[in-house]
């Protein structure tokens, strides 16, 4: 079963961040977190990931709390093409494969 | 470079038959998971191969099989289709398996519908 949580949807105006939560409560201190996303009738795209301090890349930020127990996906300019849903997994150690849960649907409106 | 490339992009097949999907992944790449995608029961993992050897495998039954050839090609076989196997297959390759934080990259799948 899926060890995180997301809201399964949220909308974000063109042109502003879109902030992504994930709650993640029983991470393990060597457990990753990592997120894709998957645009309609696509394969899933990796995004971004991180373990314990915050990440950026030329698509997303990443932000991971302290207690590790959570994080935010930003998308800093959020565009119509960011409409998407949005996973965010937490890596079990020794496992070889992605858990996807529900996501997140983002829908950014013009 | 070229991505993950998975072949054909839509089948139609009938009960009881058999299918084999194909998958090429990213040059060098030496691992290829697989993942079924229903509407009901969402992205499921269904086996991974890392140097020909499959090394882990979803709860899937024994109907789902694959096998991952020298040039890191991989091909899934699903013998005696039932209609609960139409669905979308996404092939996902990495450079090094997914543990320890190699991201993977995923084709544009396979649809499969069964009639």
């Known amino acids: 079963d899926a060890k995180t949580t997301q809201p399964p949807s949220m909308d974000c105006a063109e042109g502003r961040a879109a902030n992504l939560p994930c709650n993640h409560s029983?991470?393990?201190?060597?457990?990753?977190v990592y997120w894709y996303r998957q645009i309609h009738s696509q394969g899933p795209q990796y995004i971004i990931h991180?373990?314990?301090n915050n990440e950026t890349n030329e698509m997303a930020s990443l932000i991971i709390t302290e207690d590790r127990k959570s994080s935010t996906l930003i998308l800093p300019h959020a565009t119509l093409r960011d409409t998407a849903v949005y996973y965010c997994?937490?890596?079990?150690?020794?496992?070889?494969?992605?858990?996807f849960g529900t996501g997140t649907r983002l829908t950014v409106i013009p | 470079k070229a991505g993950v490339t998975q072949t054909p992009r839509y089948l139609i097949k009938t009960r009881g038959q058999q299918v084999t999907l194909s998958c090429s992944p990213i040059?060098?790449?030496?691992?290829v998971s697989w993942y079924q995608q229903t509407p009901g029961q969402g992205l499921q993992f269904l086996f991974e191969y890392f140097s020909e050897t499959q090394r882990n495998k979803g709860n899937f039954p024994g109907r789902f099989s694959g096998r991952q050839f020298s040039n890191s090609r991989s091909e899934m076989n699903v013998s005696t289709l039932e209609l609960g196997d139409s669905a979308l297959y996404l092939c996902?390759?990495?450079?090094?398996?997914?543990?320890?934080?190699?991201?993977?990259?995923f084709g544009q799948g396979t649809r499969l519908t069964v009639v």
């Open positions: 997994i937490d890596l079990q150690t020794g496992a070889n494969n992605l858990f």
């Open positions: 996902a390759s990495s450079l090094f398996r997914v543990v320890g934080g190699a991201e993977a990259f």
């Open positions: 029983t991470i393990s201190g060597n457990e990753y």
């Open positions: 991180g373990l314990k």
């Open positions: 040059s060098g790449h030496r691992s």
